[in-house]
């Protein structure tokens, strides 16, 4: 197996975890951390493609990773502010509990 | 593959495990801290020194204290009675399951056309400096009114409102 290879079982792995905590958890907050686990694994993709493709001298993966990284720091930032503002209408942050769009 | 990318690949595992399984919400979000650690340690591991201190800064500083500000302000370290895990829990363990075996099979079939380990690229932060201001200067831009408008937007959210019932 090539190092390559191994990242990206890493990865997969760690998107695995992440979808698998956003689609059980019943707390608001730990799917959002699942989906920023999912976000990072991405990252660990376009990272490691970067540093074994044939071009990583025109910067190309590494550059898409940074930017994922700042988006990602735009949808937690986002994320919690909407969890905290539900928090406040409904008094709870259970999904199972959530099911009125009405405030 | 070497020593330290197993152990830096088993440290992210972990963490990622421990923040999807513990039951209370802090130690969760500790667990995430150390798999976001975990994770720029991989990307100093692939050379890439810039996105792996970018990681550092933005995840570990940043969205880890972001989400312990949440947790803390919604109370969400206290231990539902019913359980931490929704009703449908299986259903979705089968469907990570699933994702994760399509995923592991494609990367195993393509084994032998992903190429070997090439020469370490030799890049400098004043490269991806100069990069950013020229070839990715309108991305940037872009990312920069969105992490304003998307915070302005995140304050304005969670803010009290005044008027109304709520408080």
Same mark, same amino acid.
């Given at each position: 197996?090539?190092?390559? $290879?191994?990242? =990206?079982?890493?990865? !997969?792995?760690?998107?695995?975890?992440?979808?698998?905590? &956003? +689609? *059980?958890?019943?707390?608001?907050?730990?799917?959002?951390?699942?989906?920023?686990?999912?976000?990072? $694994?991405?990252? =660990?993709?376009?990272? !490691?493609?970067?540093?074994?493709?044939?071009?990583?001298? &025109? +910067? *190309?993966?590494?550059?898409?990773?940074?930017?994922?990284i700042a988006v990602a720091a735009a949808?937690? $930032?986002?994320? =919690?502010?909407?969890?905290?503002?539900?928090?406040?209408?409904?008094?709870?942050?259970? +999904?199972?509990?959530?099911?009125?769009?009405?405030? | 593959?070497?020593?330290?990318?197993?152990?830096?690949?088993?440290?992210?595992?972990?963490?990622?495990?421990?923040?999807?399984?513990?039951?209370?919400?802090?130690?969760?979000?500790?667990?995430?801290?150390?798999?976001?650690?975990?994770?720029?340690?991989?990307?100093?591991?692939?050379?890439?020194?810039?996105?792996?201190?970018?990681?550092?800064?933005?995840?570990?500083?940043?969205?880890?204290?972001?989400?312990?500000?949440?947790?803390?302000?919604?109370?969400?370290?206290?231990?539902?009675?019913?359980?931490?895990?929704?009703?449908?829990?299986?259903?979705?363990?089968?469907?990570?399951?699933?994702?994760?075996?399509?995923?592991?099979?494609?990367?195993?079939?393509?084994?032998?056309?992903?190429?070997?380990?090439?020469?370490?690229?030799?890049?400098?932060?004043?490269?991806?400096?100069?990069?950013?201001?020229?070839?990715?200067?309108?991305?940037?831009?872009?990312?920069?009114?969105?992490?304003?408008?998307?915070?302005?937007?995140?304050?304005?959210?969670?803010?009290?409102?005044?008027?109304?019932?709520?408080?």
């Amino acid at each position: 197996m090539t190092t390559l $290879a191994g990242f =990206l079982l890493v990865a !997969a792995l760690l998107f695995s975890i992440g979808l698998a905590g &956003a +689609l *059980t958890r019943r707390n608001a907050i730990l799917v959002l951390i699942g989906i920023e686990l999912m976000l990072n $694994a991405a990252n =660990l993709n376009l990272i !490691a493609f970067w540093r074994y493709g044939p071009h990583p001298e &025109a +910067l *190309t993966g590494m550059m898409f990773a940074i930017f994922s990284i700042a988006v990602a720091a735009a949808e937690a $930032a986002v994320g =919690l502010g909407l969890v905290i503002s539900i928090h406040r209408h409904a008094h709870t942050t259970d +999904l199972d509990l959530m099911n009125r769009m009405k405030g | 593959m070497n020593l330290v990318f197993y152990l830096l690949a088993a440290l992210t595992m972990a963490g990622g495990l421990a923040a999807m399984l513990l039951k209370n919400t802090v130690h969760c979000a500790l667990a995430l801290t150390v798999a976001f650690a975990g994770l720029a340690m991989l990307y100093l591991d692939l050379d890439a020194q810039f996105a792996g201190f970018a990681q550092l800064l933005i995840y570990v500083g940043a969205v880890a204290i972001l989400v312990v500000f949440a947790i803390l302000l919604t109370k969400g370290s206290e231990t539902p009675k019913d359980g931490v895990f929704s009703r449908t829990w299986l259903a979705g363990l089968a469907v990570a399951a699933a994702v994760f075996a399509v995923l592991a099979w494609s990367i195993l079939q393509s084994v032998s056309r992903l190429s070997q380990a090439a020469q370490a690229p030799t890049v400098t932060v004043q490269q991806i400096g100069m990069a950013l201001i020229s070839r990715y200067v309108l991305p940037l831009e872009i990312v920069a009114v969105l992490l304003t408008v998307a915070l302005i937007g995140a304050v304005i959210v969670a803010m009290h409102e005044k008027e109304g019932g709520a408080q």
